[in-house]
């Protein structure tokens, strides 16, 4: 079984700009789950999609959004770039249960200049 | 609400050595406890989980025994390996129905030969 996938690996960008990622879950699973990661505040919760609907969201900015279309691909969208973007944003899959294991993907890593 | 404290590194062991990683926790109601481990570039992948307390998960060597008591979740491994170089994250996701994960600030593990 693939695992979950996630397009581009990298990408760079400059302030003011927008940026989408792309997220393919593992096969049946309906829950995607986004996270960023940086050095300095670590890896912290974006936001989670189920069946096409936010189900839970962390504390970003509304700069920060995201969809998951029917086959439960997702993306996750940034606008108006800032440098503190920079981070490599992790993804994770799962069957949509509760305590079920999330598979994350390799990540993107986004740089901001 | 939900947090998890995680030992700074970055640790540096010989080969063979023994290793104890200590998490501990803060949450709401009994949660469901993590490690997880990062190889360069790569995202994240399960180490081992506990749902409950008194629970052992266990993988590939490693323990760790989930302590209400004194919440928490240390990792050990009784003979560390070069390939186990990696950053180690513990994680905690409640289960009122987010969840969510919370990690924590990651420990960086180099052993050497």
């Known amino acids: 079984k693939a695992g979950v996938t996630q397009t581009p690996r990298y990408l760079i960008k400059t302030r003011g700009q927008q940026v989408t990622l792309s997220c393919s879950p593992i096969?049946?699973?309906?829950?995607v789950s986004w996270y960023q990661q940086t050095p300095g505040q670590g890896l912290q919760f974006l936001f989670e999609?189920?069946?096409?609907?936010?189900?839970n969201k962390g504390n970003f900015p509304g700069r920060f959004s995201g969809r998951q279309f029917s086959n439960s691909r997702s993306e996750m969208n940034v606008s108006t770039l800032e440098l503190g973007d920079s981070a490599l944003y992790l993804c994770?899959?799962?069957?949509?249960?509760?305590?079920?294991?999330?598979?994350f993907g390799p990540g993107t890593r986004l740089t901001v200049l | 609400g939900n947090s998890v404290t995680q030992m700074e590194g970055p640790v540096t062991l010989s080969e063979e050595a023994f290793l104890t990683i200590n998490c501990t926790y803060t949450?709401?109601?009994?949660?469901?406890l993590f490690w997880y481990v990062q190889y360069p570039g790569e995202g994240l992948q399960l180490l081992l989980k506990?749902?409950?307390?008194?629970d052992k998960g266990s993988n590939k060597g490693f323990e760790a025994t989930y302590r209400k008591e004194t919440t928490s979740f240390h990792l050990e491994k009784g003979s560390v390996q070069v390939s186990d170089s990696a950053v180690y994250f513990c994680?905690?996701?409640?289960?009122?129905?987010?969840?969510?994960?919370?990690f924590g600030t990651g420990t960086r593990l180099t052993v050497i030969p």
């Open positions: 994770a899959s799962r069957t949509g249960g509760a305590n079920n294991e999330q598979f």
């Open positions: 994680a905690l996701s409640d289960k009122t129905g987010a969840n969510n994960l919370f």
């Open positions: 506990a749902t409950k307390a008194d």
């Open positions: 999609y189920f069946s096409e609907t936010q189900r």
């Open positions: 949450a709401t109601g009994y949660p469901s």
């Open positions: 096969s049946g699973h309906r829950s």
